[in-house]
């Protein structure tokens, strides 16, 4: 079903940041090179049609590093093979470079 | 660290145009990105840019979550963008038509502050001033009066066109009579030959040449006397000796006798100032001293504001005896509803109100003014009548539509079903169900008054019942 999904280049290229990890969107807009205008909106309707999902870093985490929390984003299974599929389609993509700014949550 | 403060107050003036069921998460996503991005060292310019991007991230959520409008036959903003067209448009009539402009800026009948009527002390039989008198008053310098006219009632016949003949309470005038009394003159004829002017009142001129305004400028007949009918003045115009049909302007006064009585009219001096209306003033005379009593005749002006609020507050009175002023049985306040939303019908019915009185008011000034009267009453009345009923009528109409909408998205109520039956009225309630095609709930109207169901009921839905509607509980999402 989710295979189905046609993603825009960027859409995809967010999709395959995303896929190194969890990742929050300072990260995504600084690996891509891509304005805030664009990655968050891309973000959000990546998140609707379930190929990540987000979460909050937990706020006792953040208080105990005096820093406020984070959003992470993370792939879904079917970003997975939506990702896949895209790959087929923007062979370019597979060029994009695993992210240094990696956390897991 | 101030430029940072200032990012963030940014930050939270786009998120006003985020729309509010998301507004929270994004502003609190932007301002962590902001804290990181500042602790990376981003340049000013990199900040800024990212602040940009969250004007771009509200328009394009406003784009994703568009809201949609409750389609039902008419919405709120329609209702009132027309009620606000039709005040506009009169607004616009009342201001091209210049009689009206004219009426609403400027008094239509006499101004005078400064033309008094002088007669003999009351104690005196006469309220007339024997001619002989004005003549020498004339003739003296005056430091009172600039100026004197009279006017002497007479009866005389006048020959009508068909070959009748009438009787007419006309009064013989000094020519400057009028411009004395500040009377308005309509269908104004310029003298020519030696025939003094007529000047009809209204009613004669509508009883008597059944208001033909071919008659200015013809001559007739009065008396033995030939007159030219130069114009139509208001009933009104006499402030003594009843009621004249008509004023025989006379260019010259010398053929009238010395004795007749007149009344007589003074203009006051610029530089008399009189303490109050009314005073008592001792002339010398051959005769010896006699007292006369001047009365300032009073300025008649068309306050048309006075009268568009006393036909308004009548209307405000007759209202509940024409229409329930009941808006229906709601809950104040619907659970999961913002007070903004509650606000919203209230501010709704204030602005439908709001745009309807100026309306009726220019309305009311075209109704009375397009039109010219030589009565200075006539348009009066015809103002209060008209706004009273269009005030009326107005009110009426705001009530009843407030209570056909939707109290959450204020669309119009559809789908109306009838409900029971009146023979089971003891038992269960009968009426009319109508249900907002937003889902926002059902309007139960009884057919019959009862003492536990009196009025219109809102049943209000909150949103976990949207998934039965077409167009999404979405009215207030923005």
């Given at each position: ?11 995809a ?15 995504i ?24 999902r ?52 | ?74 919405s ?5 963008g ?41 104690a005196?039989?006469?309220p ?68 003094p ?16 305004e ?8 009065v ?17 003594a000796g ?6 025989i ?47 300032l ?39 999961n509803?913002p ?32 039109i ?20 009326l ?13 939707c109290?959450v ?6 789908c ?36 536990w ?26």
């Open positions: 079903m989710s295979a189905e999904i046609k993603l825009s280049h960027t859409a290229m967010i999709l395959q940041t995303i896929s190194s990890g969890t990742i929050y969107g300072f990260g807009m600084e690996h891509t090179g891509l304005p805030s205008g664009t990655v968050y909106p891309a973000l959000r309707r990546l998140e609707r049609d379930a190929l990540i987000s979460e909050w870093e937990k706020q006792s985490i953040a208080d105990k590093e005096m820093r406020p929390p984070r959003k992470f984003y993370k792939m879904t299974p079917a970003g997975k093979t939506t990702l896949i599929a895209m790959m087929k389609r923007y062979p370019l993509l597979e060029r994009l470079g695993a992210m240094d700014e990696v956390k897991t949550v | 660290m101030t430029s940072l403060l200032l990012y963030r107050l940014a930050l939270r003036l786009v998120a006003c145009a985020v729309p509010r069921t998301l507004r929270t998460e994004w502003r609190a996503e932007w301002e962590a990105e902001l804290w990181y991005m500042a602790e990376a060292g981003a340049a000013p310019r990199e900040i800024a840019a990212f602040c940009w991007g969250a004007v771009e991230d509200a328009r394009s959520l406003r784009q994703m979550h568009l809201v949609a409008p409750v389609r039902a036959a008419g709120a903003r329609a209702c009132v027309w009620v606000g067209a039709i005040a506009v448009v009169c607004f616009a009539l009342a201001q091209v038509l210049p009689a009206v402009r004219v009426a609403a800026t400027s008094p239509i009948y006499r101004n005078a502050t400064d033309s008094v009527l002088i007669l003999p002390d009351e005196k039989a006469s007339m001033v024997p001619l002989s008198r004005v003549r020498a008053w004339q003739r003296r310098r005056q430091h009172l009066f600039t100026e004197f006219a009279f006017y002497a009632p007479v009866v005389r016949t006048i020959h009508l066109e068909q070959g009748t003949t009438r009787p007419l309470t006309l009064a013989r005038a000094s020519a400057n009579v009028l411009q004395i009394l500040g009377a308005p003159v309509l269908f104004a004829q310029e003298p020519r030959g030696v025939e002017l007529l000047m009809l009142s209204q009613t004669a001129w509508r009883r008597d040449f059944r208001a033909d071919t008659i200015f400028g013809q001559v007739v007949k008396g033995s006397q030939r007159v030219r009918v130069g114009g139509l003045v208001p009933d009104e115009a006499a402030p009843g009621r004249l049909d008509g004023w302007l006379l260019p010259e006064t010398d053929s009238m006798p010395e004795t007749t009585g007149v009344y007589l009219l003074g203009r006051l001096s610029p530089s008399a100032e009189m303490r109050g209306p009314q005073w008592e003033m001792t002339v010398p005379g051959p005769e010896g001293d006699v007292d006369y009593s001047c009365r005749l009073p300025a008649l002006r068309a306050d048309v504001w006075k009268m568009y609020l006393f036909a308004v507050f009548l209307a405000l009175l007759a209202l509940p005896a024409t229409t329930s002023r009941s808006l229906g049985e709601y809950a104040p306040r619907p659970a509803l007070w903004l939303a509650t606000l919203r019908r209230w501010v709704f019915l204030t602005v439908k109100i709001a745009c309807a009185l100026p309306a009726i008011y220019f309305a009311g000034l075209i109704a009375a003014y397009a010219r009267s030589a009565s200075p009453y006539t348009p009066q009345y015809i103002q209060m009548v008209t706004t009273f009923s269009m005030t009528f107005a009110l009426r109409w705001a009530l009843r539509d407030q209570r056909r909408r109290p998205c204020l669309a119009l109520l559809t109306p079903a009838r409900v029971g039956e009146p023979s089971r009225n003891f038992l269960a309630w009968n009426g009319t169900e109508l249900i907002c095609a937003g889902g926002h709930g059902f309007m139960h109207v009884p057919e019959m008054a009862t003492s169901f009196g009025t219109q009921r809102w049943l209000h839905l909150d949103p976990s019942w949207s998934g039965l509607f077409l167009g999404p509980v979405k009215a207030l999402d923005l």
